[in-house]
Structure formats: C-alpha cells, structure tokens
Nanobody, 125 residues
Framework: QVQLVESGGGAGQAGDSLRLSCAAS????????MGWFRQAPGKEREFVAG????????YYAESVKARFTISRHNAENTVYLQMDALKPEDTAVYYC??????????????????WGQGTQVTVSS
C-alpha cells in the first residue's frame, strides 16, 4: 500500500505562487507514476499534471502549462507542484495520485490506485 498526504494549499490572489507537496509513504518503491488532479465546486475532477515517479518526464494540462511545474525530492519521497501566476480559475481542491503500473495514461484519473486527501487552493481576483 501507498499513502499520500498533500499539503501547501491555501489562499492567494491572482498572480501569486503556491507550492503543493505530496508526501508518499509505504511501498514507495512500487510507484511508477504520479499525477496531480483538481476538482472545483460543481465540476468534474480534471488532470493538472503528471508523469513518471522519477520526475524526469512530466505532462501538463494546457490550462496550466508554463505556469505549473512538477518536481521531486527523491530522498524524501515527496513530489511538488509549483504553481505560479495563479488565476481565479485555478481555485479547486488539489489531489495527488500514484499508481504502480507503468502507463502513458497520466491524465486518466481512473488509472490511479492511490489518492491523497486533497488540499484546497483558493485564488481571488
């Protein structure tokens, strides 16, 4: 089993930056890929960014490309989502997800087995 715990959410204004963390524990050696998703009130969960657990390959949704960046602290089994130039439409609960199966389906939430509890990000105009 793998446990994921997100942190770093909060409130900010348009143009601000926030960094989310996703700390993995348990059988972290089995993780092959991870992803960040978000869900705004009344909307479906959507893909934000994801890639291989190693962090060497990452993909981004068009809406966040060039503003959000994934990185990983190997020794701490923590993945970060650096969010710059935040917009009000980035307001959502952000979730990190992980799975043991190697796949190119980084953006499909149905392919992830492990999920964190979510952290709220609120951006005001």
């Amino acid at each position: 089993q793998v446990q994921l715990v997100e942190s770093g959410g909060g409130a900010g204004q348009a143009g601000d930056s926030l960094r989310l963390s996703c700390a993995a524990s348990g059988r972290t050696f089995s993780i092959a890929r991870m992803g960040w998703f978000r869900q705004a009130p009344g909307k479906e969960r959507e893909f934000v960014a994801g890639g291989r657990w190693s962090g060497r390959i990452a993909y981004y949704a068009e809406s966040v490309k060039a503003r959000f960046t994934i990185s990983r602290h190997n020794a701490e089994n923590t993945v970060y989502l650096q969010m710059d130039a935040l917009k009000p439409e980035d307001t959502a609960v952000y979730y990190c997800a992980a799975d043991s199966m190697s796949s190119n389906s980084y953006s499909d939430s149905r392919t992830y087995r492990y999920w964190g509890q979510g952290t709220q990000v609120t951006v005001s105009s």
